[in-house]
């Protein structure tokens, strides 16, 4: 299988590696997954359907925040805010909990501040406020809607069934409490063109495209790896970063998924930047500075090189 193995030298001392996995749609190997926040791309679109459906307005930095895991920072929290109070719901009525902002300086703020951290601050507090909204539009009990056996759920496993074709998904539990479907790379990356040429949801799935390249830094932050490779693309593309070491990539003609076999978000993230320099969304001063936090100190120290031996 295609891939990047990443090692990290000290004092030309190998000190540790990882081995990351990269399949494509015209691949003939895959592995099975858990896509984790990978998957969100796919998973909104029935809530962007039902939005379409009723006709109701279509903001794309909303799109993208329904789609996010984000950092944490202020635009995240005022734009899930704001969101929330548009539609009319009680974002402490999401399921997922109070969560550090992934934003450094943003904790460091709020710290200095004494601010406390909310709900708002969980990554994926955009996508819970998207199925509070999906429950409302549906006119469906909000409680336990991040139970499988919850009707909008059984409509996102419906549109999961469907589009992968399959006849059952199992699923796993994410970090955030909502379903975790468990799918094959091969079956997960020839969605994209089964969405392309979708005559029912090929609306839906280019609002999410488009919301991805026109609002990057909604969709992660200002320092992440995918919001960084969509800023710097001269095309547009949708990345998307899923917990334990998945990145997926495609700009509607070609979709690739890396997956680091050790979880490892460091891991992904070199890979990712790495194939992103090869792929020319990004040019060697972007990936240079970004490799430099592997590398350098607190001092700006050079102690470390990162090597990276393609498979």
Request: glycine share 4%; net charge negative; with cysteine.
């Given at each position: 299988?295609?891939?990047?193995?990443?090692?990290?030298?000290?004092?030309?001392?190998?000190?540790?590696?990882?081995?990351?996995?990269?399949?494509?749609?015209?691949?003939?190997?895959?592995?099975?997954?858990?896509?984790?926040?990978?998957?969100?791309p796919f998973q909104?679109?029935?809530?962007?359907?039902?939005?379409?459906?009723?006709?109701?307005?279509?903001?794309?930095?909303?799109?993208?925040?329904?789609?996010?895991?984000?950092?944490?920072?202020?635009?995240?929290?005022?734009?899930?805010?704001?969101?929330?109070?548009?539609?009319?719901?009680?974002?402490?009525?999401?399921?997922?909990?109070?969560?550090?902002?992934?934003?450094?300086?943003?904790?460091?703020?709020?710290?200095?501040?004494?601010?406390?951290?909310?709900?708002?601050?969980?990554?994926?507090?955009?996508?819970?406020?998207?199925?509070?909204?999906?429950?409302?539009?549906?006119?469906?009990?909000?409680?336990?809607?991040?139970?499988?056996?919850?009707?909008?759920?059984?409509?996102?496993?419906?549109?999961?069934?469907?589009?992968?074709?399959?006849?059952?998904?199992?699923?796993?539990?994410?970090?955030?409490?909502?379903?975790?479907?468990?799918?094959?790379?091969?079956?997960?990356?020839?969605?994209?063109?089964?969405?392309?040429?979708?005559?029912?949801?090929?609306?839906?799935?280019?609002?999410?495209?488009?919301?991805?390249?026109?609002?990057?830094?909604?969709?992660?932050?200002?320092?992440?790896?995918?919001?960084?490779?969509?800023?710097?693309?001269?095309?547009?593309?949708?990345?998307?970063?899923?917990?334990?070491?998945?990145?997926?990539?495609?700009?509607?003609?070609?979709?690739?998924?890396?997956?680091?076999?050790?979880?490892?978000?460091?891991?992904?993230?070199?890979?990712?930047?790495?194939?992103?320099?090869?792929?020319?969304?990004?040019?060697?001063?972007?990936?240079?500075?970004?490799i430099k936090s592997?590398?350098?100190?607190?001092?700006?120290?050079?102690?470390?090189?990162?090597?990276?031996?393609?498979?």
């Amino acid at each position: 299988m295609d891939g990047y193995t990443i090692v990290l030298t000290r004092n030309n001392i190998s000190e540790s590696y990882h081995e990351v996995d990269i399949v494509n749609d015209t691949s003939s190997e895959s592995f099975d997954f858990f896509p984790r926040s990978a998957i969100k791309p796919f998973q909104l679109i029935p809530i962007v359907q039902e939005m379409l459906n009723q006709k109701t307005e279509i903001d794309l930095s909303e799109i993208a925040i329904f789609c996010a895991s984000h950092s944490g920072e202020a635009l995240h929290t005022e734009k899930v805010l704001k969101t929330a109070e548009k539609y009319l719901l009680n974002y402490e009525d999401i399921y997922c909990e109070k969560q550090i902002p992934f934003h450094a300086e943003t904790y460091k703020s709020m710290i200095k501040e004494n601010k406390p951290y909310t709900k708002l601050h969980n990554n994926c507090s955009g996508k819970h406020i998207g199925m509070l909204l999906f429950c409302k539009l549906l006119d469906l009990e909000i409680e336990n809607y991040q139970e499988v056996t919850h009707p909008i759920q059984q409509k996102i496993d419906l549109f999961y069934r469907e589009l992968f074709n399959l006849e059952k998904i199992t699923y796993g539990i994410d970090g955030c409490g909502l379903p975790a479907p468990y799918i094959n790379s091969n079956i997960f990356l020839s969605s994209v063109s089964k969405l392309n040429n979708s005559k029912i949801y090929e609306e839906s799935w280019k609002i999410i495209f488009n919301a991805f390249y026109s609002h990057p830094v909604h969709t992660a932050g200002s320092d992440r790896v995918d919001t960084i490779l969509m800023q710097n693309s001269p095309n547009d593309v949708l990345i998307k970063a899923g917990a334990e070491g998945s990145m997926f990539f495609t700009d509607l003609k070609k979709s690739t998924l890396l997956k680091c076999k050790d979880g490892s978000k460091r891991g992904v993230d070199i890979a990712s930047m790495y194939f992103g320099l090869k792929s020319s969304y990004i040019d060697e001063t972007t990936y240079n500075n970004f490799i430099k936090s592997f590398t350098h100190n607190n001092q700006n120290t050079k102690v470390a090189d990162v090597k990276i031996l393609e498979k």
